[in-house]
């Protein structure tokens, strides 16, 4: 760590009364019949406080509560009287969870899967998180049958665990094709995945199945739709590809034109010689760098759209 890098808080972790801490509001008849809540409940009573608190020195043997609000209420609530602590070095909560990624349901099913081999059962583990069993079952077996690019592809998204399910019916070229489908439209329900389910080729199917004709067309209806979602993602990764090249570009012409407007001869040229040509340099400084950022993103956003639509038709026609 750099010596110049003044560390937030203290480190060692300290017991502390609990009496003596005082919190910056209470927590709602809502907050307290909240999942989150209920899980952080069930994990202090079988597990005890796995995270400290984080708390401020205010003076007279006070402190102030940064992070912990719901893990302090629990304990207040189940009467005990000291708890653990981080003692943070000033009084602002920013860095204390405020900026942390949700685990996503890829990361939950690897959690499970290192505590079942540790020797914890899955009893255990259910109790511990507050849900059923079934549930702790379905996140273990969540990854079965699905292929490891659509992984490390879904890693880091919210994912519903029943998409993978649904996923698990197509082969694995199908998979990616839909996985990426999903991550361009930025969406990742479970309904998104039957619409794409719909319109994967059938070649592409563990069990193809048989089309089903709610109305006269539907098969011819479905592989036009095919058609247009493939045309579709191949438009989204060329514009894609050209976006990533165009932001380059107008960053640079931007900071390039910056630069010679920061030096005062050639600005006093300009307004001498160039007056209008200054003003149009002004304004693409201001306004107007905004204004092509959004043209250059337009296009992604219109054919990720365009993606949606597809499939929401697809379900309609299936």
């Known amino acids: 760590m750099n010596s110049s890098t003044n560390v937030g808080f203290e ?10 801490i005082s919190t910056r509001g209470t ?14 409940a069930a994990s202090i009573a079988y597990l005890g406080l796995v995270e ?3 708390v401020s020195p205010i003076g007279d043997g ?3 509560l940064l992070d912990g609000a719901i893990r302090l209420d629990v304990l207040t609530e ?3 009287t000291e708890v653990r602590c981080i003692l943070s070095t000033d009084d602002e909560g920013y860095t204390y969870n405020k900026r942390v990624n949700q685990l996503s349901n890829i990361g939950e099913h690897y959690m499970i899967l290192k505590a079942l081999s540790n020797g914890v059962n899955e009893q255990d583990i259910s109790v511990s998180l507050s849900v059923d069993v079934e549930t702790i079952r379905r996140k273990r077996s969540m990854l079965d049958g699905i292929c490891k690019e659509v992984v490390e592809l879904l890693t880091n998204r919210r994912v519903a665990v029943q998409t993978y399910g649904v996923l698990r019916k197509m082969k694995p070229i ?3 094709q839909a996985a990426e489908r999903m991550i361009h439209a930025n969406a990742f329900s479970t309904r998104m995945a039957k619409a794409l389910l719909t319109i994967t080729k059938p ?23 095919q058609q247009e979602s493939e045309a579709l993602l191949t438009d989204l990764k060329q514009v894609e590809e050209s976006y990533a090249t165009q932001a380059l570009d107008l960053t640079l012409g931007l900071g ?23 003003n149009e340099f002004t304004k693409l400084l201001g306004e107007k760098a905004e204004e092509m950022s959004r043209t250059i993103t337009h296009p992604i956003q219109k054919t990720a759209k365009a993606v949606r639509s597809v499939t929401k038709r697809a379900a309609n026609v299936a």
Not at 28 to 35: A, D, G, L, N, P
């Open 11 to 20: 480190l060692r972790t300290v017991l502390l009364p609990i009496a003596s």
């Open 256 to 278: 390039y034109v910056e630069r010679l407007l920061a030096n005062p001869r050639i600005a006093k040229y300009l307004a001498k010689h160039h007056a209008e040509l200054l």
């Open 174 to 176: 199908g998979q990616i």
């Open 27 to 40: 927590l709602t008849t809502e907050v307290r019949k909240s999942r989150k809540y209920k899980q952080i």
């Open 203 to 225: 070649e592409l199917l563990v069990t193809p199945e048989k089309v089903s004709r709610s109305s006269p067309g539907s098969g011819a209806k479905l592989e036009v739709l």
């Open 52 to 54: 400290p608190l984080v």
């Open 78 to 80: 189940r009467q005990e």
């Open 62 to 64: 006070k402190f102030l």
